[in-house]
């Protein structure tokens, strides 16, 4: 598939997932209307302050260093879409994050990782596919399965917080 085949595959794709995921999210948030409002649980873990650390630090600060360095300043079309779609995606997760907290106040924000953080990962698994042909793409690739590894760390500290954040009674 030529570049240009690559690029509209991938916004194609985004485009299609934020549109799926924000009808179910809207058709889920309209069957659960009546539900009490929703808010984070206070305070929060302590060891949650490193984690969003960490995740700050390998998820956004990283990602964009490869954006701006690989893709910007060495001029690497794939490395630039595949960033760009990255952080599109992040930054409609947490769009959406806000919106459904602080607007709605709707329990339907605990269900936002679910649908967003296997997506971003596929992402990741899709940018190595797309740099795996280019020999001097190698930091990249690191960088794309360090993502990986960490959203699906993310994913799993999500479960653990579940009861908390639904104040399931036998784990608060």
């Keep these: 598939m030529s570049e240009f085949g690559t690029v509209q595959t991938?916004?194609?794709?985004?485009?299609?997932?934020?549109?799926?995921?924000?009808?179910f999210l809207v058709a889920v948030g309209w069957i659960w209307r009546n539900l009490e409002p929703f808010d984070l649980p206070s305070p929060l873990p302590n060891w949650f302050k490193v984690?969003?650390?960490i995740v700050q630090i390998f998820?956004?600060?990283l990602p964009l260093v490869a954006l701006i360095g690989g893709g910007v300043w060495r001029?690497?079309?794939?490395?630039?879409?595949?960033?760009l779609s990255y952080f599109l995606m992040?930054?409609?997760q947490i769009l959406?994050?806000?919106?459904?907290?602080?607007?709605f106040q709707t329990v339907i924000w605990v269900m936002i990782p679910y649908?967003?953080?296997?997506?971003?990962?596929?992402?990741?698994?899709?940018?190595l596919g797309i740099v795996s042909l280019e020999a001097d793409m190698f930091w990249v690739r690191i960088l794309l399965i360090s993502g990986i590894l960490l959203w699906m760390v993310n994913y799993l500290v999500n479960l653990i917080q579940l009861p908390q954040l639904l104040r399931w009674k036998s784990f608060t």
């Excluded at 959406?96 to 607007?103: G, W």
């Design 96 to 103: 959406t994050e806000i919106v459904s907290l602080r607007k």
């Design 10 to 23: 991938i916004w194609l794709e985004n485009l299609s997932f934020f549109a799926g995921a924000t009808s």
């Design 51 to 53: 984690w969003f650390r």
């Design 90 to 92: 992040l930054g409609l």
């Design 115 to 127: 649908l967003y953080l296997p997506y971003r990962i596929w992402q990741l698994y899709e940018g």
């Design 75 to 83: 001029g690497n079309l794939n490395v630039l879409v595949i960033f």
């Design 59 to 61: 998820g956004v600060f």
